[in-house]
């Protein structure tokens, strides 16, 4: 009879996996059940958007009627998702390289509302951080346990957040209103994973990021609307047409100017609409022709003196919607006064930011690689990695790529580094195979004339290039 130790701590049990779809798609977020290929047009944006009391929603509808907002997005989304890889190794740290051809053919099914497979379920995920501020799904898991049917995302607003006890601690427990009932979505009832954008201090909700591009947009538009109304009040020259009141009224028949003040004023009138309408007639290159008691100033027809400088007006609110969108001048076709070098720069600084937001869906897709593993009953490390956006141009990569192979040449000239191990760094391939040959040149040089000297180097690398390099390594001076 084998005896237990009454004081041993068991051993935690892992809690079964939860089958079935917990969420629900939309969950009245949208109202509707039924999805239509036609899309509404508005009339008028900013009084539609001055009517949506809600910051998302207000968002969603900007990204498709405004282009700055249609252009943060496009730029942040495309740019986030440059491909991915994901790699599984055992406990040993030995990379398995057949699971990972089976996590191929599942993340090609996966997210099958769109038929996007993996990739297009990053997109959403990114999309759903930058403009709904936070990133969740659920994973389906069929009944006996052994795969997973599909992935889906959630829609942050549709997620209530409850401080509840469990276990004896406070913590955040996630539910979604779905009809008349409000279902649990915490662990052990929902496979549920979620991360917030940027979140607050024991607040899991996150913060919408793009919120404040709000007012900027409202005030940019209402400034288009302003300029508009200027632009046809001074944008076109126009003509100063004076008539002689006294002589029209000299004019008038004896029957008109003795009668009643409505028949004068009717009188001026008709006249008034028939100088009117003669003016309006005219083709632009026809000449003036009239009575002498009409005068026409052309002197300030064009109002020079009242002009708007629109561009500098244009310019003090793309700032403001540029910092509200999150982009750089590059990104938004605000290029004026940005040279290469600073270009580059504000590329770096844009990716530093999207790559805050792809450690989100890393997070989730290794979550969702960690229960897949579990119900495939295979014992392996998921390691998801997204690909590195490419920001730099092709003379800088050049660049850095030759002082590394100077650095590794110095290092082997120097005895500090072997030739095998030099070429494989610096070909990046294992096994590759580096000796000096004769008649190889090495050039110490910086600038200028490219043949370096003996004398040129530092003392001690001069007496190691005249006793040993050239004897040692087969080296010919340059």
């Given at each position: 009879m084998r005896l237990k130790w009454p004081f041993k701590r068991a051993r935690a049990e892992p809690e079964p996996i939860p089958t079935g779809r917990i969420t629900s798609t939309g969950s009245g977020f949208h109202g509707r059940s039924t999805l239509s290929p036609y899309r509404s047009r508005t009339s008028d944006v900013l009084e539609t958007l001055r009517t949506i009391p809600d910051e998302v929603e207000a968002l969603d509808f900007l990204r498709r009627t405004t282009p700055d907002i249609s252009m943060a997005l496009w730029n942040f989304v495309r740019l986030a998702n440059q491909g991915h890889e994901m790699k599984f190794n055992d406990l040993n740290g030995k990379r398995m390289e057949s699971v990972e051809k089976q996590w191929r053919e599942f993340a090609s099914r996966v997210n099958q509302v769109s038929n996007a497979g993996l990739d297009g379920l990053i997109d959403v995920l990114h999309y759903s951080a930058y403009m709904r501020c936070a990133q969740g799904l659920e994973v389906e898991v069929n009944t006996d346990r052994t795969d997973i049917v599909d992935v889906y995302p959630v829609i942050p607003q549709t997620i209530i957040w409850e401080l509840e006890k469990r276990n004896g601690r406070e913590?955040?427990?996630?539910?979604?209103?779905?009809?008349?009932?409000?279902?649990?979505?915490?662990?052990?009832?929902?496979?549920?994973?979620?991360?917030?954008t940027d979140p607050d201090i024991d607040d899991?909700?996150?913060?919408?990021?793009?919120?404040?591009?709000?007012?900027?947009?409202?005030?940019?538009?209402?400034?288009?609307?302003?300029?508009?109304?200027?632009?046809?009040?001074?944008?076109?020259?126009?003509?100063?047409?004076?008539?002689?009141?006294?002589?029209?009224?000299?004019?008038?028949?004896?029957s008109v100017r003795n009668g009643t003040e409505g028949k004068r004023q009717e009188w001026l009138m008709n006249r008034f609409n028939e100088i009117r309408n003669a003016m309006d007639s005219?083709?632009?290159?026809?000449?003036?022709?009239?009575?002498?008691?009409?005068?026409?100033?052309?002197?300030?027809?064009?109002?020079?003196?009242?002009?708007?400088?629109?561009?500098?007006?244009?310019?003090?609110?793309?700032?403001?919607?540029?910092?509200?969108g999150k982009q750089m001048g590059i990104f938004s076709n605000r290029t004026s006064g940005i040279t290469e070098t600073w270009g580059t720069v504000q590329f770096r600084i844009f990716c530093s930011g999207i790559a805050s937001i792809q450690r989100g869906s890393k997070r989730l897709i290794e979550e969702v690689a960690r229960l897949w593993l579990r119900v495939h009953g295979i014992q392996a490390v998921p390691k998801f990695s997204h690909n590195l956006i490419d920001w730099e141009s092709e003379g800088q990569r050049m660049t850095v790529r030759l002082l590394e192979e100077e650095f590794h040449a110095i290092a082997q000239l120097m005895g500090w580094q072997d030739g095998d191990d030099a070429a494989s760094a610096v070909l990046g391939k294992t096994n590759a195979v580096g000796e000096p040959v004769e008649g190889t040149k090495v050039s110490f040089g910086r600038g200028g004339d490219s043949r370096a000297t003996d004398e040129q180097l530092p003392g001690e690398l001069q007496q190691t290039s005249k006793r040993n390099l050239r004897s040692r390594l087969g080296i010919a001076r340059s």
């Open positions: 913590v955040w427990i996630p539910y979604q209103q779905q009809m008349a009932k409000k279902v649990s979505l915490e662990p052990g009832k929902a496979n549920f994973f979620w991360v917030p899991p909700r996150g913060n919408l990021v793009m919120s404040s591009v709000l007012q900027s947009i409202d005030f940019q538009m209402q400034i288009m609307q302003d300029l508009q109304a200027v632009l046809h009040r001074q944008g076109w020259p126009r003509n100063d047409i004076s008539i002689d009141l006294e002589r029209m009224v000299n004019s008038m028949p004896p005219l083709n632009p290159d026809s000449d003036y022709l009239h009575f002498d008691d009409i005068t026409i100033n052309m002197n300030q027809g064009a109002n020079a003196a009242r002009s708007l400088d629109v561009r500098a007006v244009t310019e003090l609110v793309d700032v403001q919607v540029m910092n509200g």
